[in-house]
């Protein structure tokens, strides 16, 4: 899955975390876009993030065939590897002099 994390200013929506499924129809007929936004409202829901973000899932054809466990510990990675910081795309170090 590809998730946004973004952190946004206090005074919208009420202070709650709040959360989006893009499933394109790349990932399968309705029936399956369902199903995979289900499992990542589910992983939001057992696992809410700080009051101050918003989080975005893109889910990707192997997020079906992946079993719950496994991506509950992706998603637990991801948010907290992002978690409290703005999701700006992350910069590269810099490279020593030459």
């Known amino acids: 899955m590809t998730m946004f994390v ?3 200013d206090a005074k919208g929506a009420a202070g ?4 989006g499924v893009a499933a394109t129809r790349k990932l399968g ?3 399956v876009r369902n ?3 289900r499992l990542s409202r589910e992983l939001f829901r057992r696992h809410k993030p700080d009051a101050d973000l918003d989080v975005v899932v ?3 054809r192997e ?5 719950f466990p496994s991506l509950e510990r992706d998603y637990v990675v991801l948010l907290s590897s992002r978690g ?3 999701a700006g ?3 590269r170090p810099e490279r020593g002099a030459r």
């Open 63 to 67: 997020f079906l065939a992946a079993d």
């Open 84 to 86: 409290g910081r703005d």
């Open 35 to 37: 199903r995979a936004k």
């Open 58 to 60: 893109v889910p990707r």
């Open 16 to 19: 709650r975390p709040r959360f």
């Open 89 to 91: 795309p992350r910069r």
């Open 29 to 31: 007929g309705a029936v």
């Open 6 to 8: 973004l952190a946004r």
